[in-house]
């Protein structure tokens, strides 16, 4: 029930209000319970990161088109625009720092949790294996900036501009390293 709260109250108002006096006021019970069942808000925030993580990957996995990589994307643009505050509570307010490191172990998760997607593994075989990092990173960097330009109110899009946005892009991208693969210049 405590998760249950922080995480409404975070989809509600952003992880900055959840406290254990929100919460127990939400419950309808003393700040007792809250802190004996968590020493202090990381552990709670984590959890409803977890949950909100799972939410954005059912937004992730709907079918909006045809092709299960731009559905992802279309999915985490979408995610932003329809759950700002959760949005903002894992990317913007407590991001993960990345580092090339952690693009590589990001790649790994997505591969783990994307991968059994049916045609998601077949474009991402599609893709050379000394591009997919780099690519990868580019689209993520579009994808983001997109969303969080979305979210934030500063473009209001259709889905049909988001998905052509983010279709050229992520096409735009594999031709780029394509070219620089082949030494061609810019």
Request: one cysteine or more; hydrophobic letters at 40%.
């Amino acid at each position: 029930m405590i998760i249950d709260a922080a995480f409404s109250i975070t989809r509600e108002k952003g992880w900055k209000a959840v406290t254990a006096r929100t919460i127990s006021k939400r419950l309808e019970c003393s700040t007792m319970p809250i802190y004996s069942l968590f020493q202090s808000m990381e552990p709670l925030g984590t959890e409803v990161k977890t949950r909100a993580g799972s939410l954005m990957q059912e937004f992730q996995k709907r079918a909006y088109t045809e092709d299960p990589m731009l559905n992802i994307a279309i999915g985490y643009v979408i995610f932003a625009r329809d759950e700002l505050n959760l949005f903002r509570f894992l990317f913007i307010d407590n991001p993960t720092r990345l580092s090339e490191k952690a693009t590589v172990l990001q790649a790994e998760e997505f591969t783990k949790e994307f991968g059994s997607v049916k045609g998601v593994r077949e474009a991402m075989d599609q893709i050379p294996e000394s591009m997919s990092n780099p690519l990868m990173l580019k689209s993520w960097i579009f994808t983001h900036g997109l969303a969080s330009m979305i979210g934030e109110g500063v473009l209001t899009l259709t889905d049909e501009t988001i998905r052509s946005l983010l279709l050229s892009a992520g096409g735009a991208f594999f031709m780029w390293d394509q070219m620089q693969g082949k030494g061609e210049k810019q």
